[in-house]
């Protein structure tokens, strides 16, 4: 399957012990990496533009983390989110080799096409609590993300979402991985995407 886990983690307890505990139910071992939060006002983004940027410099940082490891397959995941690998080995068999982007989670922004029995073809989506890159397709992303960042709604998810829709995304469905109900590190409120994920599958589902 993936050869290198990388999580988002800004250092939190709580956060910490539950993800160190799922992990090591699945033994998986991972590498938490997090930037640092960027001082001045970012335009482009924007709920907590600095947070936001922060978050999306964290994201990058696992990349470059991934390139400088050799990763051929790597997996990045958030820290709060919720894995149910049941189905992973047998939808990550039904990748064609061209494979870019593979999401376990999240939400489409446009029509999906069904690919497989696990896999649907994906357009733009959003959300990136959980994704796989393909090796070769890690430089060419953090190409995509620097020439993309300086541009409006430049949010990490987003921007993974267009190279996921420019090039070959993919997206696990059902999902399996999830978000819960939780304080949002970037809105500073308790962030619940249930309804936005129902809403945004039953208008996009194959």
């Not at 998986?28 to 924007?46: C, I, K, M, Q, S």
């Not at 080799?97 to 376990?104: A, C, H």
């Not at 029995?117 to 994906?122: D, F, G, H, I, S």
């Not at 696990?172 to 809105?187: K, L, R």
């Given at each position: 399957?993936?050869?290198?886990?990388?999580?988002?983690?800004?250092?939190?307890?709580?956060?910490?012990?539950?993800?160190?505990?799922?992990?090591?139910?699945?033994?998986?071992?991972?590498?938490?990496?997090?930037?640092?939060?960027?001082?001045g006002?970012?335009p482009?983004?924007?709920?907590?533009?600095?947070?936001?940027?922060?978050?999306?410099?964290?994201?990058v940082?696992?990349?470059?983390?991934?390139?400088?490891?050799?990763?051929?397959c790597?997996?990045?995941?958030?820290?709060?989110?919720?894995?149910?690998?049941?189905?992973?080995?047998?939808?990550?068999a039904?990748?064609p080799?061209?494979?870019?982007?593979?999401?376990?989670?999240?939400?489409?922004?446009?029509?999906?096409?069904?690919?497989?029995?696990?896999l649907?073809?994906v357009?733009?989506?959003?959300?990136?609590?959980?994704?796989?890159?393909?090796?070769?397709?890690?430089?060419?992303f953090?190409?995509?993300?620097?020439?993309?960042?300086?541009?409006?709604?430049?949010?990490?998810?987003?921007?993974?979402?267009?190279?996921?829709?420019a090039?070959h995304?993919?997206?696990?469905?059902?999902?399996?991985?999830?978000?819960?109900?939780?304080?949002?590190?970037?809105?500073?409120?308790v962030?619940?995407?249930?309804?936005?994920?129902?809403?945004?599958?039953?208008?996009?589902?194959p």
């Amino acid at each position: 399957m993936f050869d290198r886990v990388y999580v988002v983690h800004l250092p939190n307890k709580v956060r910490r012990a539950a993800m160190d505990a799922q992990l090591a139910q699945l033994g998986w071992t991972a590498t938490y990496l997090h930037a640092r939060t960027p001082v001045g006002h970012y335009p482009n983004f924007r709920r907590n533009p600095a947070a936001e940027l922060g978050c999306s410099l964290s994201h990058v940082k696992c990349v470059v983390r991934a390139i400088a490891d050799g990763a051929q397959c790597p997996l990045f995941l958030e820290d709060d989110v919720v894995i149910d690998p049941s189905r992973l080995e047998a939808a990550m068999a039904e990748l064609p080799v061209d494979w870019d982007v593979l999401y376990l989670g999240g939400h489409p922004r446009s029509d999906t096409q069904r690919h497989s029995a696990n896999l649907v073809r994906v357009g733009t989506f959003s959300f990136a609590e959980s994704y796989l890159l393909n090796g070769k397709a890690l430089v060419p992303f953090l190409d995509f993300w620097l020439d993309r960042v300086g541009q409006p709604n430049a949010m990490y998810d987003l921007v993974l979402g267009e190279f996921a829709a420019a090039n070959h995304g993919f997206c696990v469905y059902p999902t399996i991985t999830v978000q819960p109900a939780g304080p949002s590190q970037i809105s500073r409120k308790v962030d619940d995407k249930s309804n936005l994920l129902m809403k945004a599958w039953s208008r996009h589902a194959p």
